[in-house]
């Protein structure tokens, strides 16, 4: 099968046929039908985070399945599933608390399926599985965990975005921040995910919905998903406009949503005295942001990780499908630019080119 290989950080993926081993047992063979251009994978493209190579990226996709493994009882052929990027194990510790999302099983086994090895492979050469999705391809092995079935016409599009940015972003303010009716909220960086944190804001009943982004563009975009003020930080001091529209305080939510110390600082500062500051973006590795302890203390304010929305996705990415089909979470609009899978290098040359809403593979 065909699938788009990254050999070498700082290298175009190269597009080629590769093999695909049969899904063992508790494992699903699916034809990919729609791969999202999330910024997480050009992190990796870019050397800016660490995963074995050479790997398959492509963490944001649906499809259908072919066929299953021994003992799969959640899925058969036919159906369409959205492929999540974190698959569980059911057993450990976080798996048995709820927080499914941080599985301990899949955190230790990084780049191959839950039995370390993989089904990707070229000749002899070993092919990782990026978030045990890899659905830059044509085709992907994945653990039965990992597939959300949906109806048989759910749009294939539609469902990979719930895969990640919308669960993510949407989550980000549903599940972590949890916002309250008529609280402020800022969000830095108004891209896939971050659009996501804006409509979650929206759906929330957020009274002022604060979108930064240094894309003008970006930031008129993000007002056809609720956002009722912009700040452009290449512009103004965008803590000092966040406080200004917030009558001095400071918002009661701020989320980092690009990955960097300096849009993390940026929301941590724009938070209003115990305000809640949520982090998304995942900045380069070896960043490192300086908060002033003292200052959180008498602030009292709190910092968190976001991983893939707080979601337990087998549970919370139907609850995204019913607000979707409901016309309460917008995803057709997020999508914005459609790709062939031979033209993955120019989609991910877009994603920093300026251009609004989310780019999408949809024919391999
Ligand atoms: P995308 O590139 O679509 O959006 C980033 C946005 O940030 C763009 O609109 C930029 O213009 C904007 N931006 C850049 N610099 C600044 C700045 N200084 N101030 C304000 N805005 C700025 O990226 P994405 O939405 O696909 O992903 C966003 C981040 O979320 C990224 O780091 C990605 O890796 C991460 C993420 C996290 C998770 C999770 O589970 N926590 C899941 N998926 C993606
Ligand atoms: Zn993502």
Do not use: W
Not at 60 to 86: A, N, W, Y
């Amino acid at each position: 099968m065909k699938a788009a290989v990254l050999y070498e950080a700082n290298q175009p993926l190269v597009l080629e046929d590769i093999e695909l081993d049969p899904p063992k047992a508790g494992e699903v063979h699916v034809k990919i039908g729609a791969a999202g251009i999330c910024r997480s994978d050009l992190h990796v493209m870019k050397g800016e985070a660490n995963h074995l190579l050479p790997a398959v990226l492509g963490h944001e996709g649906s499809g259908t399945v072919l066929d299953v493994g021994p003992g799969v009882s959640r899925v058969r052929p036919g159906d369409r599933v959205i492929l999540s990027f974190v698959p569980y194990c059911g057993h450990c510790h976080f798996c048995l608390t709820g927080r499914a999302n941080l599985c301990d099983l899949h955190g230790a086994t990084p780049g191959t399926l839950f039995d370390k090895t993989t089904r990707l492979h070229k000749g002899a050469q070993r092919i990782h599985h990026y978030g045990k999705v890899a659905c830059f391809a044509q085709e992907a092995v994945v653990p039965e965990t990992g597939c959300i079935p949906v109806a048989k016409d759910f749009p294939l599009p539609q469902a990979a975005l719930i895969g990640c940015c919308v669960t993510t972003g949407v989550g980000a303010a549903m599940f972590n921040a949890k916002i309250t009716p008529g609280s402020t909220v800022a969000v830095v960086g108004c891209g896939g995910v971050g659009l996501n944190v804006v409509q979650g804001a929206r759906l929330l009943n957020a009274g002022k919905v604060i979108a930064v982004d240094i894309n003008e563009g970006k930031l008129e975009f993000a007002m056809g998903f609720g956002a009722t003020h912009t700040v452009n930080p290449t512009l103004r001091d965008p803590v000092a406009a966040i406080k200004e529209l917030t009558g001095g305080l400071g918002a009661d939510y701020t989320f980092e949503v690009f990955g960097s110390s300096e849009t993390l600082l940026t929301a941590y500062n724009a938070a209003r005295k115990g305000g809640t500051v949520v982090v998304v973006g995942l900045a380069p590795v070896g960043d490192n942001a300086a908060i002033d302890p003292v200052a959180l203390v008498r602030q009292e304010k709190t910092l968190k990780g976001c991983y893939y929305g707080s979601s337990r996705p087998a549970l919370d990415m139907p609850v995204m499908v019913q607000l979707y089909q409901a016309g309460k979470l917008d995803i057709d609009g997020l999508i914005t630019r459609t790709y062939r899978l031979d033209q993955i290098n120019q989609a991910y040359r877009d994603i920093d080119g300026g251009e609004a809403g989310r780019g999408v593979i949809t024919q391999f």
